[in-house]
């Protein structure tokens, strides 16, 4: 080889071999910190093992889901809020498999990134190690990808993939709810994870000061408000779930309460939501209300302050109440299922609103 000829190294294309090595070292008490039966919480292989036998498990089905955390990762960069997006990737990932009657039990993340910057990638990290505590799940593995070119400075996206089980025979499907099924709804945290894309178009268009206390919370940035993390539903349903004492389950995410509930329902079920039932929080009204948006828009865009829908007979609602309050949740009765076609109406003073008729099972909230 000439001596003129430059020598290339990955770093120069921008890619930092080390900085990928330190930042798997600075994680490893975080990964560690999630162990739990079944996984020994050391990372640094090529693949993450789990073995449900020592989790308790004698036949189980295993239930998998991925998501990711979607534009509200773009005011976490730009107001430097990087420490709960991770609690947010797990969220949205365990409360799927919750709502299958499934136990979370590990889970991998991707992060991709175009130039490594090690202390948001830890705070990144921290949550999802967090979230993977509060969801009783490990985290077993993950990807840091650094790739030059693919986003812009300071970006970064993120993925996430959780396993879990339930022994067979006892997930939920749906199939056991029928008419006469009382609808319970768990308080949600905030936005939680979805609606972003309109969150922040009503940011840009109104001047909203992100840095500066809520009009409806003084005692909170706005920011603050917007970005808090989704809810993780897991320890409190749990316990109820395998008790039997719930027939279905409802993540309120993408669609909202009207086309999230048909997804659990058997045909000749419908669910009706009394909108009435429960106060609009204070950050639903100022969406609302800056938006000018219709009360069905917001009953299909955002969760309206209900996290999850449980779904159980009239002879459970106090015992399923109780244990729930219990375990800190806000439960609250909102609706009921009647005899009719699948699908979900909501209504109160405000209107009647129905999912679309021609809503397919197969559609992703």
């Known amino acids: 080889m000439s001596s003129d000829t430059p020598s290339y190294t990955y770093e120069q294309a921008g890619v930092s071999i080390e900085a990928g090595n330190r930042l798997v070292k600075a994680i490893g008490p975080l990964v560690k910190a999630t162990m739990r039966p079944g996984a020994d919480g050391e990372i640094g292989g090529f693949g993450g093992f789990f073995d449900p036998r020592a989790a308790g498990y004698k036949d189980p089905l295993l239930v998998a889901g991925n998501d990711g955390v979607g534009t509200k990762l773009k005011l976490a960069i730009e107001n430097d809020k990087h420490d709960t997006v991770g609690i947010d990737l797990v969220a949205m ?33 921290a949550g999802i ?45 749906g199939e056991r709810v029928a008419p006469g099924h009382v609808l319970l709804g768990l308080a949600s945290s905030g936005v939680h994870s979805n609606g972003y894309s309109l969150v922040r178009r009503l940011a840009t268009d109104k001047g909203w000061k992100l840095d500066r206390p809520a009009l409806f919370d003084q005692d909170r940035l706005l920011i603050d408000v917007l970005i808090a993390p989704t809810r993780i539903y897991v320890k409190s349903l749990l316990p109820v779930v395998r008790a039997g004492h719930i027939d279905a389950l409802a993540h309120i995410t993408g669609g909202g309460l009207l086309e999230n509930l048909p997804r659990v ?79 979900c109406t909501v209504r109160g003073s405000a209107g009647t609103w129905s999912a679309r008729e021609d809503w397919d099972a197969g559609h992703d909230g």
């Open 129 to 173: 190690a967090e979230g993977c505590r509060e969801a009783g799940c490990a985290l077993i593995g993950g990807e840091t990808a650094e790739m030059p070119g693919m986003y812009a400075a300071g970006d970064y996206d993120l993925a996430g993939f959780c396993v879990g089980a339930v022994e067979r025979g006892e997930q939920l499907t």
């Open 93 to 125: 990932c365990v409360n799927d498999l919750i709502v299958q009657g499934a136990e979370p039990l590990f889970f991998l993340d991707y992060f991709a990134t175009g130039k490594l910057d090690n202390g948001v990638a830890e705070r990144v990290i």
């Open 265 to 343: 329902l058997p045909e000749g079920a419908r669910a009706v939501v009394d909108a009435d039932a429960w106060e609009q929080s204070r950050l639903m009204a100022f969406l609302q209300s800056q938006g000018n948006i219709e009360p069905g828009e917001m009953a299909r865009t955002f969760n309206c302050g209900i996290g999850m829908v449980l779904a159980v007979t009239p002879d459970n609602v106090d015992a399923v109440t109780a244990t729930l309050s219990d375990a800190g949740e806000t439960v609250m009765r909102i609706g009921e299922i009647v005899e009719g076609q699948r699908g």
